[in-house]
């Protein structure tokens, strides 16, 4: 603990009470400053620091109350007393305002000094224990609303960056959408979202296994109509019934989904428990994520029409290399279609059946680099022969290679003639090893060679090509292929369409 007293400032032009003054408290233990007027007592405090001040008021230069206005400018916590020997209301309202805290009548007892200076001394005291407290729960909440700010950007850019990522990676339009809809339902709290295609001026809602599709409301289509038109996100925080929505809906938002300004499709959602409620913060999220969403269905779409286009290219090849030998027209065509049903009763996804559809329509492209000679030879194969046409799996994967992203379909290609036990080409891959796509495509493959007509051969029988196929199971071809092809074939699926 500091047992320095404090330092008094004396402020008075009369020299024998500064005198006095001095050495009593001097006496006592307090440093002590005199000063004779008010412009000596500032010079003073330009310099030293002080805990208190007794002045005159009555004085030349500076009076005693600008002394005391000029000490609460500079530091508020050092107290003032003032001393005069004519006390007016004029002058007591004057030393009031200046923050004086007391008030000697002259003449003044010294020990009546020392009292009031004890006494304002713990005021002051108090004052700047009560200023440092109020500083430091100021302090503390600006703390905690610092705190509350960080944390909710925080959660901010998390939901930012969960939408982000989850329009970045995506597969198809359908996919977009359903995502559209997970996250509008996680992130917003909402108990219901929906997503509209805007088709010939009307909404057409696309089915979705989250959003149940029990048609939709008058009011909502008006609603989705007019964000269609004014493309502009809606937010209706509480239905109180102005708008016409279902009752069950407590609050409401309608978002469109722009493509270079025009609305094509509109994203709702709904809260329909009560106790929470849209806010200004939630519209934000689902423009940004429509947004997002809008922009990967553009990107889908401008792959979409690339994957297209080159599909369209290079299957053309294919049917130029059909068209050379009468016997394999619509070769690939219905091979396709075979696997596509037969990779459907085996479950595949539809990101599955589409890589069907494309490795399927082009699995035989290779054959463009084999010559005519050999490719539209009349009779069986020499074994040099065979070897050279066996190539054509491994062409057609390095074509379809040089495309990046058709990775899954290039290795579909080039094992379409593996064999399950490991006996097949180019790699003599095994069970498993072979990818499923590749071993589906490898039944239809040979079914329907073996059942139509080639240039060294007839078509052969129905029930003989059932029996190859038969043979095949667990050594040419996946037992669990073969089981599907064989109940497809029962049912009349594969007859249907070939
Ligand atoms: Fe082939």
């Given amino acids: 603990m500091n047992n320095e007293k404090e330092k008094i400032l004396f402020v008075d032009d009369d020299e ?61 916590t050092i107290p003032v007393i003032i001393m005069t020997g004519y006390p007016s209301l004029d002058n007591t309202i004057r030393t009031l305002k200046n923050g004086v805290v007391d008030f000697l009548i002259k003449p003044i007892k ?55 990522s989850d329009f970045t990676i995506t597969s198809s339009s359908s996919d977009i959408f359903k995502r559209l809809i997970d996250t509008t339902i996680k992130i917003m709290h909402a108990d219901e979202a929906r997503v509209y295609i805007i088709n010939n001026a009307a909404p057409f809602e696309i089915t979705t296994s989250v959003s149940n599709s029990a ?15 004014n493309a502009m996100p809606l937010l209706i ?50 423009s940004f994520m429509t947004n997002k969403a809008a922009y990967a269905i553009e990107n889908l779409a401008l792959y979409e029409n690339i994957y297209e286009n080159l599909f369209s290219t290079l299957y053309a090849f294919v049917k130029t290399i059909e068209a ?73 994967a390095n074509i379809i290679g040089q495309i990046w992203l058709l990775e899954s379909e290039k290795e579909i290609i080039k094992s ?3 064999c399950f036990d490991g006996t097949g080409y ?9 990818p499923l796509l590749a071993r589906i495509l490898s039944v239809a ?14 078509k052969m029988e129905k029930n003989k090509t059932i029996k190859i196929i038969k043979e095949g199971r667990g050594t040419q071809f996946d037992p669990d292929v073969v089981d599907a092809f064989l109940k497809l074939h029962d049912d009349g699926v594969i007859e249907k369409i070939t």
Avoid: W
């Fill in 16 to 76: 024998s009470i500064l005198d006095i003054a001095s050495e009593y408290f001097q006496h006592k233990g307090y440093p002590v400053i005199t000063a004779k007027n008010g412009l000596e007592a500032v010079k003073i405090l330009e310099n030293e620091k002080i805990d208190c001040c007794f002045t005159d008021i009555n004085m030349p230069g500076m009076d005693g109350l600008e002394l005391a206005e000029y000490i609460r400018k500079i530091d508020n």
């Fill in 110 to 164: 010294l020990n009546h000094m020392e009292v009031c200076l004890k006494r304002v001394l713990r005021e002051q005291l108090l004052f700047v224990e009560n200023i440092i407290l109020k500083k430091e729960v100021k302090g503390k909440e600006q703390l905690k609303r610092l705190n509350r700010e960080l944390l909710y950007k925080v959660e901010e850019l998390n939901i930012l960056n969960k939408i982000m």
């Fill in 215 to 229: 048609g939709t409301d008058k009011a909502i289509e008006k609603l989705i109509m007019e964000t269609v038109s």
């Fill in 237 to 286: 925080s509480e239905n109180k019934g102005a708008c016409g929505l279902p009752e069950d809906i407590l609050s409401f938002m309608v978002v469109p989904l722009e493509i270079r300004g025009k609305v094509f499709g509109i994203l709702t959602a709904s809260i329909k428990k009560s106790g929470i409620h849209f806010i200004e913060k939630d519209l934000y999220y689902l």
């Fill in 324 to 396: 050379r030998d009468p016997y394999t027209q619509q070769h690939s065509n219905r091979v396709t279609k075979i696997a596509i049903v037969i990779g459907k009763e085996m479950g595949c996804t539809s990101e599955e059946l589409d890589i069907l559809n494309f490795a399927g329509h082009l699995h035989d492209i290779g054959k463009i680099g084999i010559r005519d000679v050999i490719l539209l030879k009349p009779d069986a194969y020499t074994e040099e022969e065979r070897n050279i046409i066996k190539k054509h799996s491994i062409i057609g």
């Fill in 416 to 418: 379409h003639h593996e």
């Fill in 426 to 434: 180019p790699d003599g891959l095994k069970k498993e090893e072979i």
């Fill in 445 to 458: 493959d040979v079914y329907d060679a073996i059942s139509s007509d080639r240039a060294y051969r007839k």
